[in-house]
């Protein structure tokens, strides 16, 4: 269930960034709000495959889930969907007004726009464990967990991206809200947010430690999103968009090179 979603996800990703015009995204992110196949007529011939697969994907674990159950699970996945095509196109607004936003402004969003609350409600949605429906409402509500490892992934990414980014025309990353905001200098935001990162981390660690608000093997869910942007994003480099970095190299080590004992 969740490589699927994460792979829509990637998709959904480059299509508010890349592909869809800002009047196209208009038109899907209202289709997203109505979550309804009707709503597939007002897309462009080109979205509609992509729109009726996010359907499908949230109805087929909808139906798994109805042989355990816990069919009710499922329409928190699609709250949080709908909350990032949200996100999403807020930064299209901004990408499309020349808007640069306050730093605090930024985050904000970031929070729902890294997918980490999609990603992280996902992974509980299908789970064997008996999770009550006060866990995914406290996840919905982003928590500081979950606040810290968006940050986490939202930084290290644009630390690693922000400059090639906006060589193509990106929404300003929280380097350029930075500078701007504060009349930094790009070094000086590199800093700031580097001990940011830091901070995140030690916010996860306390959580874990002190596990009050949820149980242990909910919180190793998002401890884990937190891991893996921390593998990509290794040594300030996009593991995940660049195939030749040393993603790579781990991932062949850990799924086709034989381990000699």
Known sequence: MLVKVFKMLSICDDTYDAY?????????????????????????P????????????????EEELTKEGKSDRVYYGRFEMKK?????????????????????????NAIVSTTFMVLGTTSLIGMEELIKKDIFEWITNEPSIVRASSTICRLMDDISDHETDQQRGHVASIIECYMKEYGASKQGAYIKFRKEVKNAWEDINKALLCPIEAPTFVLERILNLARTMDTFF?????????????????????????IKI
Request: hydrophobic share 40%.
């Open 46 to 61: 080109y979205m509609r495959p992509f729109y009726q697969a996010i359907l499908d994907i949230f109805n087929e674990i």
């Open 84 to 108: 990032l095509s949200r996100a999403y196109f807020k930064e299209a607004e901004w990408l499309n007004a020349g808007y640069i936003p306050k730093c605090d402004e930024y985050i904000k």
């Open 234 to 258: 290794q040594d300030e480099e996009d593991g995940y968009t660049n195939s030749n970095s040393k993603c790579k190299d781990i991932i062949t080590l850990l799924l086709v090179d034989s």
């Open 20 to 44: 869809a015009t800002f009047d196209e995204l208009v038109l899907f992110t209202d289709a997203i709000q109505r979550w309804d196949v009707s709503a597939m007529d007002s897309l462009p």
